[in-house]
């Protein structure tokens, strides 16, 4: 009989040490960080605050019709700088300094125009790691590299569905060439995200995410467009895992 007990506890204990220790259950055992939520937030403050503050999505016909042409002529020079703005944020974004990358401070949408000369416009050569994937993404000092895309952060069409088709076609213009929701990435990158929004298609590269979300988020507040219930949770789960200035 003590024999038997003793095998018994001898089994329940390799049994205990596979479930502690074990690959399988210590990721199954995983605690998960808790998601946030709006309660107590300041709205308007740091992302998760603006976040709480963007109206939920109410679905119409109009909303539904989306047209490229909606948001005018593509890469159209609306800061009247004399420079297109694909040339603008490939510039900005391929901006090299002596310790390598170095991404210059997203310019402000209301700043005065500057007319720029000729050689103002001209584009730098470079290598930057694609945000997205962290692929390598090569500028040979001209804008007609097809394998860099410009990536509208929120996409048009998204930007139409949630509130942009009520908008002058002066608003959707500026809207189009608004620094704040243009990043330079990889040709591939930007073709799988295509219009999905956050709850369909998040940044490859994890390190971005928070980043991504947070640049989402700060676009819709400053347009007043809205989010889906979807897309708000996304975010929130997003905003979950992200510290610091992302939260601010």
């Known amino acids: 009989m003590k024999d ?17 220790f074990s690959p399988f259950a210590l ?6 960080v808790p998601a946030l939520n709006c309660r107590g937030v300041v709205l308007g403050q740091g992302s998760l605050g603006q976040l709480c503050a963007l109206r939920l999505r109410s679905d119409d016909l109009e909303s539904r019709s989306y047209r490229r042409e909606n948001f005018g002529q593509a890469w159209a020079d609306t800061d009247h700088n004399g420079c297109d703005t694909r040339s603008d944020i490939l510039r ?23 007319t720029l000369t000729p050689s103002a416009c001209a584009l730098p050569q470079g290598t930057i790691p694609d945000p997205y994937t962290l692929q390598d993404m090569t500028l040979d000092g001209t804008s007609s590299s097809s394998t860099i895309h410009i990536d509208h952060i929120v996409p048009l069409s998204a930007a139409w569905r949630h509130g942009a088709h009520a908008w002058s076609k002066e608003q959707r213009l500026i809207f189009a060439n608004d620094p704040l929701n243009l990043l330079a990435v990889s040709n591939t990158a930007n073709t799988e995200k295509g219009k999905q929004e956050a709850d369909e298609w998040l940044p490859a590269n994890e390190g971005y995410r928070c980043e991504y979300i947070s640049r989402q988020i700060a676009v819709k507040y400053a347009w007043d467009l809205s989010v889906s219930a979807a897309e708000k949770r996304a975010m929130l789960e997003v905003l979950s895992t992200c510290h610091g200035s992302s939260l601010r």
Do not use: N, W
Request: net charge negative.
């Open 4 to 20: 038997a007990i003793e095998k018994l506890l001898l089994i329940a204990g390799c049994m205990a040490f596979f479930l502690v």
């Open 27 to 32: 990721d199954t055992l995983k605690l998960r």
């Open 92 to 114: 900005r974004d391929f901006l090299i300094s002596e310790d390598g990358y170095d991404v210059a401070p997203v310019p402000s949408t209301r700043a005065e125009p500057t």
